[in-house]
């Protein structure tokens, strides 16, 4: 089992930047891929960044690609997201994921095993 727990959410106007972290505890042993996700209420959960460990592969989703950078330390224990430029429309609910490992559906929520319980980002005017 692994255990996620993110921090790091709050209010900002446009423009501005936040750090979003996420700790892992658990056994992290043959967790190799790691992501970000975002929910608003009414919509379904959209994959943000991923990255996986042994290769460094990271994938991002279009509409953040050189706003957002995820990464995750070498004992693998925090998962990170900086996320700079901040967009209204980037306001939502930031989930961290993992999961075994591949590069196959990597932005797809429903092949992530792992959770935390999220943090709210609220960009505003």
């Known amino acids: 089992q692994v255990q996620l727990v993110e921090s790091g959410g709050g209010s900002v106007q446009v423009g501005g930047s936040l750090s979003l972290s996420c700790a892992a505890s658990g056994n992290t042993n043959g967790i190799y891929r790691w992501a970000w996700f975002r929910q608003v209420p009414g919509k379904g959960r959209e994959g943000v960044a991923s990255?996986?460990?042994?290769?460094?592969?990271?994938f991002y989703r279009d509409s953040v690609k050189g706003r957002v950078a995820i990464s995750l330390d070498n004992a693998k224990t925090t998962l990170y997201l900086q996320m700079n430029t901040l967009q209204i429309e980037d306001t939502a609910m930031y989930y961290c994921a993992s999961r075994g490992g591949g590069d196959c559906g990597a932005l797809l929520w429903a092949t992530y095993r792992y959770w935390g319980q999220g943090t709210q980002v609220t960009v505003s005017s």
């Open positions: 990255i996986l460990t042994y290769r460094g592969t990271k």
